[in-house]
């Protein structure tokens, strides 16, 4: 089992900056991956970033690729997401993900090996 509980959320103005973190416990981490992903008011979930814990190697959706950047710090096992130049449209409750490969922490789906937080709410106005 790994619990994760993510933190960082809150309102910003846009084109500011927000750094969500994702503490987690419970078993080793060396071989999860670990994910972000996003969901706004009246849409699906959607894959924003991924990075394995073990190597760092990092793998972003097309709206996050070059605003966001995706770290990992082992001492802590947190992983962090930091969030620049944000807009409206980034408005959504955030959650982490971990699993036991690459393609579960970027995808949606909630199987025996695959963990997921409670989500922190990102709201982007003015």
């Known amino acids: 089992q790994v619990q994760l509980v993510e933190s960082g959320g809150g309102s910003v103005q846009p084109g500011g900056s927000l750094q969500l973190s994702c503490a987690a416990s419970?078993?080793?981490?060396?071989?999860?991956?670990f994910g972000w992903f996003r969901q706004a008011p009246g849409k699906e979930r959607e894959f924003v970033a991924a990075?394995?814990?073990?190597?760092?190697?990092?793998w972003y959706n097309t709206s996050a690729k070059d605003r966001f950047i995706l770290t990992r710090e082992a001492v802590r096992n947190t992983v962090y997401l930091q969030m620049d130049n944000l807009n409206p449209e980034d408005t959504a409750v955030y959650y982490c993900k971990a699993g036991t490969t690459f393609s579960q922490a970027m995808s949606t789906t909630h199987g025996a090996t695959e963990y997921w937080g409670k989500g922190a709410l990102v709201t982007v106005s003015s």
């Open positions: 990075i394995s814990f073990t190597s760092g190697t990092t």
């Open positions: 419970g078993r080793t981490l060396r071989d999860l991956y």
